[in-house]
Nanobody, 115 residues
Framework: QVQLVESGGGLVQPGGSLRLSCAAS????????MAWYRQAPGKEREWVGS???????SYEASVQGRFALSRDNAKNTVFLQMNSVKAEDTAVYYC?????????WGQGTQVTVSS
């Protein structure tokens, strides 16, 4: 069993930066692939990016070059660095841990991009 807790959300101005964290507890963090998703008001949840157990990253096209995922296995934490944010990045951001039959989600953290 894995518990995921996101943090770091808040209000940020367009063009600014924010770093989200997702802390995992309860199991062997390094064995899981990790991902971030987001859900904007009135829209379906969408994939933002992933980082594999070995550290390979991939991103959705609209965030490629602006967002960066990293993980610290010693601290059981995955990060989402958000740079050059836009109004359309406003959403609740969710962390996911998965691998094999395992699939765990956090409760989400709100990110609002507004001047």
């Amino acid at each position: 069993q894995v518990q995921l807790v996101e943090s770091g959300g808040g209000l940020v101005q367009p063009g600014g930066s924010l770093r989200l964290s997702c802390a995992a507890s309860g199991s062997i963090f390094s064995t899981y692939h990790m991902a971030w998703y987001r859900q904007a008001p009135g829209k379906e949840r969408e994939w933002v990016g992933s980082i594999t157990r070995s550290g390979t990253t991939s991103y959705e096209a609209s965030v490629q070059g602006r967002f960066a995922l990293s993980r610290d296995n010693a601290k059981n934490t995955v990060f989402l660095q958000m740079n050059s944010v836009k109004a359309e990045d406003t959403a609740v951001y969710y962390c996911r841990a998965y691998g094999g039959v395992a699939d765990y989600w956090g409760q989400g953290t709100q990110v609002t991009v507004s001047s």
